[in-house]
């Protein structure tokens, strides 16, 4: 049965996936401490299972979580229903409003989920938002998949072992249009089939800047390595300047 991304795919998330958040926790905490935020209002979008949010919480920030997939959504507000300063909605971060979202002082946007913004319209409307809602000297932080790492695996199949059997997912790549694709095939016989674009830091420093929101820092990964030509993955830091 062909399912909503993540939508079966909440159910083993953090199984599979949930270390990713777990590592991130580190490199979030010690960057707000660097850019002088170490209390206040944090908007993570495509939040996921709560996984990042439950430990920004726990470490006194005010966390509003917000994902397009109700599944997770779910298991994020039962993971996190004994800290109130953890809040989840269910919610596209293309459809949301400052007027809803403001004075942050941090947006989080983690895991790819950048990706899958399939164009250049939904990048703009996401980041135009992000700039609305930041308060002047917050920070947004995010990452993204560049196309190497899709083009090193066009083709493949990897498979994950799970609790209730093997999960398969079967890569594509297409280098025209810069579209990565990802089917998922669970035990159950279940089908998902994520969509992703490819993007460069030159398709949003330029929109980022335009929008106030100029990037600070960019690494490789969460231990601050430099970035280079065959990075894979960009973790950018932006601080909202005072006019937009």
Not at 32 to 51: F, H, K, M, N, P
Not at 182 to 188: G, L
Not at 228 to 242: D, G, H, P, T, W
């Given at each position: 049965m062909d399912r909503v991304p993540y939508s079966r795919l909440a159910q083993h998330y953090d199984e599979g996936w949930g270390g990713f958040a777990e590592s991130s926790l580190g490199f979030v905490q010690s960057s707000l401490v660097q850019y002088g935020i170490d209390s206040g209002r944090i908007l993570e979008l495509a939040c996921g299972t709560g996984i990042l949010a439950r430990r920004l919480a726990e470490c006194g920030y005010h966390v509003h979580g917000v994902d397009r997939s109700a599944e997770m959504i779910s298991i994020a507000r039962e993971k996190c229903r004994e800290n109130t300063d953890a809040v989840f909605s269910v919610g596209d971060m293309r459809e949301l409003h400052s007027d809803v979202h403001h004075d942050l002082d941090v947006v989080l946007c983690f895991f790819d989920s950048v990706n899958y913004l399939m164009n250049e319209r939904d990048i703009e409307t996401?980041?135009?938002?992000?700039?609305?809602?930041?308060?002047?000297?917050a920070v947004f932080i995010f990452d993204f998949n560049r196309p190497v790492v899709y083009a090193a695996h066009d083709g493949e199949t990897m498979v994950r072992k799970l609790d209730s059997g093997t999960l398969q997912m079967e890569l594509g790549?297409?280098?025209d249009d810069r579209i990565a694709t990802t089917v998922f095939r669970f035990p159950n016989g279940d089908v998902e089939t994520h969509f992703q674009r490819a993007l460069e830091l030159e398709d949003l420093a330029p929109l980022l800047e335009e929008l106030a929101l100029p990037i600070?820092?960019?690494y490789s990964d969460f231990t601050r390595r430099p970035v280079s030509a065959i990075s894979e993955r960009l973790i950018c830091i932006c601080r909202k300047e005072s006019a937009t």
């Amino acid at each position: 049965m062909d399912r909503v991304p993540y939508s079966r795919l909440a159910q083993h998330y953090d199984e599979g996936w949930g270390g990713f958040a777990e590592s991130s926790l580190g490199f979030v905490q010690s960057s707000l401490v660097q850019y002088g935020i170490d209390s206040g209002r944090i908007l993570e979008l495509a939040c996921g299972t709560g996984i990042l949010a439950r430990r920004l919480a726990e470490c006194g920030y005010h966390v509003h979580g917000v994902d397009r997939s109700a599944e997770m959504i779910s298991i994020a507000r039962e993971k996190c229903r004994e800290n109130t300063d953890a809040v989840f909605s269910v919610g596209d971060m293309r459809e949301l409003h400052s007027d809803v979202h403001h004075d942050l002082d941090v947006v989080l946007c983690f895991f790819d989920s950048v990706n899958y913004l399939m164009n250049e319209r939904d990048i703009e409307t996401v980041l135009t938002f992000v700039s609305k809602a930041l308060r002047p000297g917050a920070v947004f932080i995010f990452d993204f998949n560049r196309p190497v790492v899709y083009a090193a695996h066009d083709g493949e199949t990897m498979v994950r072992k799970l609790d209730s059997g093997t999960l398969q997912m079967e890569l594509g790549y297409s280098t025209d249009d810069r579209i990565a694709t990802t089917v998922f095939r669970f035990p159950n016989g279940d089908v998902e089939t994520h969509f992703q674009r490819a993007l460069e830091l030159e398709d949003l420093a330029p929109l980022l800047e335009e929008l106030a929101l100029p990037i600070t820092a960019c690494y490789s990964d969460f231990t601050r390595r430099p970035v280079s030509a065959i990075s894979e993955r960009l973790i950018c830091i932006c601080r909202k300047e005072s006019a937009t």
